[in-house]
């Protein structure tokens, strides 16, 4: 497992603007090609706190082609806008032999907006195919 507690960072332009992202904490674990890779973030930019959360269910079956559960999570406090605290996604992804990415019976949910998504990511980065249907529509 690989960590960063409470670092700081802090970049300046040329124009003299600062800005400082403050309290960094970053958690990487892939402890084995069988189990689940996982990726933790949190960071203050201002007074805000945001936190993101990933994992995967495990690598080997990515390597194989074969799908895996994916899940990714983000808060921010405060919002950013009322009902965007939060952001879920679930699903299963799976790299394509010619090089692409694909999102199979993936959940989103958004504040109070629950969506569904199926999502197509080719090898060449000129664009993708996303379909999102709200959950519960018909």
Sequence with gaps: MAL???GTLRQQSTAGAKQVITDIDLSLAVPDIDD???LSASARIEERHYQMTHAISSVRPLLERQPADLSLSFEADPAPAPGL???????????NTNGSYQIRGGKLLVGDEALGLDAL????ARGFSLTSTPTGWT
Aim: aromatic content about 10%; overall charge negative; charged content about 5%.
């Design 4 to 6: 960063v507690v409470s």
């Design 36 to 38: 689940q890779l996982s």
């Design 85 to 95: 605290s939060a952001f879920e996604a679930t699903g299963q992804v799976a790299l």
């Design 121 to 124: 990511f080719p090898a060449i």
